[in-house]
């Protein structure tokens, strides 16, 4: 048989099973049914950031299969910081608000997990583990989806996708990427105002700070633990030293920064920029299949690895539909979601799943995949550099800040 006919006849097979079998808990699991009973009629707020058009879509897509099948509505409350998710559900814990709370889900991971799970801001441990889609997570190679910026998760929170820094750049007018941050310096003063980066407190341009920080840090030890006042001026300087050189090279003169990873794409596709980057692999296939940027586009990576996480969903304290919004988190996590949210049309981020060891109608759908011209393999992608402790972001943020202004 053919892999293009056994691929065909997998989807045919997962397309004819039942709804019930795919989504919902093993035969005898009556735990599960009474979730489904309670959820059904339910109206989950799933706060999640809303700053990219296509994730957007795939949530809204998302939703209406919910509704379809499980009878939960779920309205996306699109955010521009989670942040100030972490805030709401704080106040409403600080006026003892301990049920009927505006957020039912919300999409976290890092600092603002640590932050909600550090003040008793989440539902208890160990549901994300309870759902029956659980199973078929990849714990043994994706430690990241229990681990989240060195915090362990408990059960805290389901894992929805995975992310790595990857570059982008146009192969049509650039022959060979710097692969490195060194090279990446070299590059931005033989070619001044054609690299830039987001302006933190934006996840990406902190995101940014951080690959620095770790690629130069001298005690990469220190990076797993809460941040050491007292050495963070030593153990940054590399940092804001490597910035100090960079800045006045930038695009706009360091004066202006692209708004998020969608205003970089723009400004490449545009030829003001050389050099974009996001936290998804697929992110310049999805955008070359929409049309955002040329077919020539393709992706890189520095040597020596990027740093890469897990990113999750998770149920506040308080929260008016919990059933509601396990279903929904349970159907983030089935090979159908999953399958269709790595396919760089509708969005592209890499899976949480372990695909070998899924049926093989499960398994046919991400085979089918065609993952784009510009997608790395998972060879090519490199090594997966650790989070720091979260709060290394607050402390890069707040320096940033104090050095450049808030432009």
């Known amino acids: 048989m053919t892999r293009l006919l056994a691929v065909t006849l997998g989807l045919l097979a997962t397309l004819l099973l039942p709804v019930a079998a795919q989504e919902t808990a093993p035969a005898g699991d009556s735990k599960w049914q009474d979730v489904l009973r309670e959820a059904r009629g339910q109206t989950v707020y799933f706060h999640a950031w809303g700053g990219e058009p296509r994730i957007n879509a795939y949530i809204g897509w998302a939703a209406r299969e919910v509704v379809r099948d499980f009878g939960v509505r779920v309205i996306h409350v699109k955010v521009s910081d989670t942040a100030t998710v972490v805030s709401q559900v704080l106040a409403e814990k600080s006026v003892a608000k301990s049920s009927g709370g505006a957020v039912d889900l919300v999409w976290i991971n890092g600092e603002n997990f640590a932050a909600m799970k550090s003040q008793g801001l989440l539902a208890g441990p160990g549901w994300a583990e309870t759902l029956p889609n659980w199973r078929h997570v990849d714990i043994e190679n994706k430690p990241t989806v229990k681990v989240d910026f060195t915090v362990p998760t408990d059960g805290q929170e389901s894992p929805w996708g995975m992310a790595k820094l990857v570059f982008m750049y146009d192969s049509a007018r650039l022959d060979t990427p710097p692969a490195s941050l060194e090279a990446l310096l070299a590059h931005a003063r ?40 007292a050495r963070f001026a030593d153990l940054s300087a590399p940092v804001f030293a490597y910035l100090d050189e960079l800045h006045d090279l930038m695009w706009r003169q360091g004066n202006a920064f692209p708004k998020n990873a969608a205003h970089m794409r723009q400004l490449l596709a545009d030829g003001a920029l050389d050099i974009a980057f996001s936290f ?30 897990t990113h999750f969903v998770a149920i506040p304290f308080n929260s008016s539909n919990t059933a509601g919004a396990r279903v929904f988190a349970n159907y983030l996590l089935s090979p159908e979601a999953q399958s269709r949210k790595q396919d760089p049309e509708f969005w592209g981020d890499p899976t949480v799943l372990n695909v070998a060891a899924l049926p093989g109608r499960e398994k046919a759908l991400f085979e089918a995949l065609d993952l784009g011209p510009a997608t790395l393999t998972p060879e090519d992608l490199g090594p ?13 943020e707040k320096s940033w800040i104090a050095r450049y202004g808030a432009n």
Do not use: C, M
Not at 281 to 296: F, M, T
Not at 384 to 393: F, I, K
């Open 280 to 309: 998804n692999p697929g992110d310049a296939s999805g955008a070359i299949a929409n049309g955002e940027l040329p077919p020539s586009v393709r992706s890189f990576v520095l040597d020596g690895g990027t740093i890469g996480n």
């Open 384 to 396: 997966v550099l650790p989070e720091p402790h979260p709060s290394w972001v607050s402390a890069l």
């Open 190 to 229: 033989d070619n001044p105002g054609r690299f830039s980066y987001p302006q933190p407190p934006n996840f990406y341009g902190t995101t940014f700070l951080k690959q620095i920080l770790v690629d130069t840090v001298e005690d990469r030890d220190a990076l797993s633990r809460p941040v050491d006042t």
